[in-house]
């Protein structure tokens, strides 16, 4: 007899939680939980969310009459941790200490593993996180930016980055580990990686590649120092101008693709020549980390929410199916890449790793008097 294994996934948004529970590869159900203005306004950070989201969780999976002992391990979505390797990590004292008390930065993804852990310890289940956001195995090459007090350090949309290669390449019967795939996310913010030998070598952050629906990504360095030194703006606008009201908010007052198309299709010669340009700045993207693997690449994937749209993958593939095979696997599958990542690990087929956080930093007058002692 098969041995199915019930895994529920779980990723927090700024607004919503996103919740599904698998048999194996199976999606059972799926359901969004919403987190209104009112619910949310009586915490003053992301972490004292925990409670009223967990809640929100369990009556949601109530209400569909799920019994959570039928699981066989919760997943939640990695949050700001220090940089992790690739793949599974259980859920231990040491990260839900970290993620509750001193997180990188407030993220809803902190969340997940935070509720992940809440859930299934009582049950005597493992929990575990996959692909966090803060996966950085980049080379050391990789690392320079040209200025010795700004390092590069990868940052991108990695949890579902991986999935869809390891999809795309097990379908053609290759293993991640054997094949050079570029991958490149499409949502509110573009990122591409490089990914070889099952690791991601190289990374274009939100800040360094593409411009997309929200962001500026890569500007010309000495126009934005006079911008910011302009009078005009403080860090929190200059800020803004780069993440949050950037890219094709900018250019065209709007982050939906789908209204910029229908601008494009109503005869709006700005808007298409707007959106020809992300697609072209997507392609060089692409381009630029296929000299990584000095131009030996088997597979490009496009994916995302914006992969959906065949005008922009028609217009990304033109210029860059030269290079390799172009695969297009739209949407943002967390859900469905936490699943099959515990689904490895359950079936012996990963190990996950063992998070170990970093040791505390002294205070700082902890730090002077043992100055003085060594003196």
Same mark, same amino acid.
């Given at each position: 007899m098969i041995d199915t294994k019930l895994i529920l996934t779980i990723n927090p948004g700024s607004t919503s939680t996103k919740i599904a529970v698998f048999a194996d590869?199976?999606?059972?159900?799926?359901?969004?939980?919403?987190?209104?203005?009112?619910?949310?306004?009586? $915490?003053?950070?992301? &972490?004292?969310?925990? #409670?009223?989201?967990?809640?929100?969780?369990?009556a949601a999976l109530t209400a569909e009459g799920f019994d959570l002992g039928t699981l066989a391990a919760v997943a939640g979505r990695g949050g700001k941790l220090p940089p992790l390797k690739r793949g599974a990590y259980l859920v231990n004292d040491d990260m /839900?200490? $970290?993620? %509750?008390?001193?997180?990188?930065?407030?993220?809803? =993804?902190?969340?997940?593993?935070?509720?992940?852990?809440?859930?299934?310890?009582?049950? &005597?289940?493992?929990?575990?996180?996959?692909d966090a956001v803060v996966v950085d195995e980049m080379e050391d090459i990789a690392r320079f930016s040209g200025v010795p007090e700004l390092t590069r350090r990868a940052s991108?949309?990695?949890?579902?980055?991986?999935?869809?290669?390891?999809?795309?390449?097990? %379908?053609d019967g290759l293993r991640l580990e054997d094949a050079n795939i570029v991958v490149c996310h499409m949502g509110g913010g573009v990122t591409a990686t490089v990914i070889s030998g099952g690791r991601m070598i190289d990374v274009l952050?939100?800040?360094?590649?593409?411009? =997309?629906?929200? %962001?500026a990504g890569r500007v010309p360095c000495r126009q934005l120092v006079d911008l910011c $030194? =302009?009078?005009?703006?403080? %860090?929190?606008?200059?800020?803004?101008?780069?993440?949050?009201?950037g890219g094709l908010v900018a250019y065209l007052g709007t982050n939906s693709a789908l209204e910029v198309e229908a601008r494009i299709d109503a005869g709006d010669a700005?808007?298409?020549? /707007?959106?020809?340009?992300?697609?072209? #700045?997507?392609?060089?993207?692409?381009?630029?980390?296929?000299?990584?693997?000095?131009?030996?690449?088997?597979?490009?994937v496009l994916t995302g929410a914006i992969a959906h749209? #065949?005008?922009?993958?028609?217009?990304? =593939?033109?210029? /860059?199916?030269?290079?390799?095979?172009?695969?297009?696997?739209? &949407?943002?599958?967390?859900?469905?890449?936490?699943?099959?990542?515990?689904?490895?690990?359950?079936? &012996?087929?990963e190990t996950p790793n063992v998070f170990v956080a970093p040791p505390r930093p002294r205070p700082a007058a902890e730090r002077r008097v043992a100055e003085v002692s060594r003196a």
């Open positions: 590869e199976a999606r059972l159900l799926e359901r969004k939980v919403d987190h209104s203005a009112a619910d949310l306004a009586p $915490f003053d950070t992301v &972490g004292d969310q925990f #409670q009223m989201r967990k809640a929100a969780i369990v /839900v200490e $970290f993620l %509750r008390h001193r997180p990188i930065d407030q993220h809803a =993804s902190n969340l997940g593993a935070l509720i992940a852990h809440d859930i299934a310890e009582p049950l &005597g289940i493992p929990s575990f996180i996959y991108c949309h990695v949890l579902n980055m991986r999935a869809m290669a390891i999809k795309v390449l097990k %379908r952050t939100d800040e360094e590649g593409p411009f =997309s629906p929200e %962001r $030194f =302009s009078g005009d703006h403080d %860090r929190k606008s200059a800020t803004k101008l780069m993440r949050g009201v700005e808007a298409d020549l /707007v959106y020809r340009a992300m697609a072209y #700045q997507i392609a060089k993207g692409i381009g630029e980390l296929s000299t990584v693997v000095m131009g030996k690449v088997d597979r490009i749209s #065949q005008r922009m993958t028609d217009m990304v =593939s033109e210029r /860059v199916a030269f290079i390799a095979p172009v695969e297009i696997v739209p &949407g943002e599958n967390e859900l469905e890449a936490l699943a099959a990542g515990t689904l490895r690990v359950l079936r &012996g087929e």
